[in-house]
């Protein structure tokens, strides 16, 4: 395919966050950090042999899936039912936080807070899975930023856009 071929403009366009209007976007409060998502649990082995331990989320992790689920299922319940179970779609996530030491360099190491955002997306995926009904293998490219707030209230937002179904036209 040619550079000038409409596979290539939608591409680029969706590269460059272009004219390709997302399926679903949604502004989310900022999930936990994964050091907060997960508890291990220790339990007993069978017949008292030796124990295993499981990993299940905290209880601040339910509770901010829930939270989330409910905002997505009353204020974007209309782009959810226009999602299509079976489409291959593109997760655009813009962290919004403050992502800078103030007083840096005199009074702080790094000129960065750190602050991960990696360890929040799985939470984020499953959250759209459960709300959407839309498994989460179905997500094909996966867009990650964060930034510091510019007058706009910190949090996550998601843009959620059904890729083609050739992975040619991507």
């Known amino acids: 395919r040619g550079a000038g071929s409409a596979a290539s403009a939608t591409r680029s366009a969706r590269l460059e966050g272009g004219p390709v209007a997302p399926d679903l976007l949604a502004?989310?409060?900022?999930?936990?950090?994964?050091?907060?998502?997960?508890e291990t649990a220790v339990?007993?082995?069978?017949?008292?042999?030796?124990?295993?331990a499981s990993?299940?989320?905290?209880?601040?992790?339910?509770?901010?899936?829930?939270?989330v689920k409910a905002l997505l299922l009353s204020e974007h319940s209309a782009e959810m039912a226009a999602l299509v179970p079976?489409?291959?779609?593109?997760?655009?996530?813009t962290f919004v936080f403050e992502v800078f030491n103030r007083g840096w360099p005199e009074k702080t190491e790094t000129r960065v807070k750190r602050?991960?955002?990696s360890n929040r997306i799985l939470l984020l995926e499953n959250c759209l899975k459960e709300a959407t009904g839309i498994d989460d293998s179905h997500n094909f490219r996966l867009v990650v930023e964060k930034r510091p707030p510019d007058g706009e209230e910190?949090?996550?937002?998601?843009?959620?856009?059904?890729?083609?179904?050739?992975?040619d036209d991507w």
């Open 27 to 38: 502004h989310l409060p900022l999930p936990p950090s994964g050091n907060k998502v997960f």
């Open 115 to 117: 602050t991960d955002v």
């Open 86 to 93: 079976e489409g291959l779609y593109e997760i655009r996530m």
């Open 55 to 67: 990993m299940h989320l905290s209880a601040e992790a339910r509770r901010y899936k829930e939270a």
């Open 154 to 167: 910190e949090g996550v937002s998601i843009a959620m856009t059904r890729l083609p179904d050739d992975p």
């Open 43 to 52: 339990r007993p082995g069978r017949g008292g042999k030796g124990s295993f």
